[in-house]
């Protein structure tokens, strides 16, 4: 696997994470019918709260971002972008899986919305995540704390 690390997101990542997210939902979202190149960077800046976001650094490199939103008593799991080249080997897994460990202590649900037919969908579902409901653009997920790990 590849060596990673969480870093506190600042102000300052706010562009180059925009950036990262054009090139990580390109795909999904031109099969929508849905990409526009100035709003998929602009819906990033507008939700962009770096209190509740880390960037995920390889290498001493930006590889991607995550964002855990305190939502009354549960948290949205948001703004989870891994460079392409990195997808599929272990990385984002190993930060999920670190998140959901602190989620786990505090007896915290946690909810995301994936775009339909994403990959990224089947990584959610190995962790625990279950479809809650879903519509033409959005699968919206949760997972229950796993109450072994409190």
Do not use: K
């Not at 562009?15 to 990033?44: I, K, P, S, T």
């Not at 008593?73 to 392409?84: I, K, R, S, V």
Request: with cysteine; charged share 30%.
């Amino acid at each position: 696997m590849v060596d990673w690390r969480l870093r506190p997101a600042s102000t300052a990542d706010v562009e180059a994470v925009a950036e990262l997210r054009a090139v990580v939902l390109r795909a999904d979202l031109e099969r929508l019918g849905r990409y526009d190149e100035q709003r998929v960077r602009q819906r990033l800046r507008d939700g962009f709260a770096p209190a509740h976001t880390w960037t995920i650094e390889v290498n001493g490199i930006l590889a991607g971002c995550v964002a855990l939103r305190p939502a009354e008593g549960d948290y949205w799991l948001e703004h989870f972008y891994l460079a392409p080249e990195l997808q599929g080997r272990g990385v984002g897994s190993a930060v999920l899986g670190r998140l959901l460990e602190r989620c786990d202590r505090e007896g915290a649900l946690i909810r995301l919305n994936v775009l339909q037919g994403s990959p990224a969908r089947r990584l959610y579902e190995r962790h625990g995540f279950t479809v809650e409901t879903e519509d033409e653009v959005d699968v919206f997920m949760v997972r229950d704390p796993d109450p072994a790990r409190r």
